[in-house]
């Protein structure tokens, strides 16, 4: 492996810092600066968890900087086209989408996916129900708000994942 899960994340925390900069140019965002700041130490606050020691640069570090970039461009592209053409036709094409890529993916597993156990589909259906309410309630964020406020509040996502298996474990 290239790089630890924690650091891994870091980088992952600087996007909605890359998703205001875009927003700003590519939708005309603005804020008060008190809403930027918020922005700043929600990232700061990432990074902070992130990184326990010392800031490591590795081999890791221009591929996760490219996913940062591309992952900001998708926020932007998806806020304007919500925008564009509304939360219904960008659901169901992300939604068509994703299940013509998942099934072309899922070909070399096809093996696999017979030894599942039965009692493991449930499990396994019932976690694709919450991603699919998952991204129609981001969907319907961006439709209601700024994606750099959006992309910001989405950025807390691990928490609520530690918070979960916390709960769950």
């Excluded at 700003?24 to 930027?36: A, D, I, N, Q, V």
């Excluded at 900087?65 to 919500?82: D, E, M, N, R």
Aim: charged share 10%; proline share 5%.
């Amino acid at each position: 492996h290239l790089e630890e899960a924690s650091r891994v994340i870091a980088f992952y925390s600087i996007i909605p810092l890359f998703v205001a900069v875009l927003a700003y140019f590519f939708l005309g965002e603005t804020f008060g600066p008190e809403k930027y700041i918020g922005i700043i130490l929600v990232v700061l606050g990432s990074l902070m968890i992130s990184f326990k020691k010392k800031l490591m640069v590795t081999k890791a570090v221009p591929f996760l900087l490219v996913f940062v970039a591309l992952y900001s461009v998708y926020f932007i592209g998806l806020k304007y086209s919500v925008d564009a053409r509304g939360i219904a036709s960008i659901f169901a094409s992300a939604s068509i989408g994703g299940f013509l890529g998942g099934s072309l993916l899922l070909i070399p597993y096809r093996t696999v996916l017979h030894k599942l156990r039965p009692k493991a589909i449930p499990l396994v259906l019932t976690s694709q129900l919450f991603g699919v309410a998952g991204f129609l309630s981001l969907v319907y964020a961006i439709a209601l708000g700024p994606i750099s406020l959006i992309s910001t509040l989405e950025n807390l996502q691990p928490v609520f994942v530690l918070l979960y298996a916390t709960i769950l474990t």
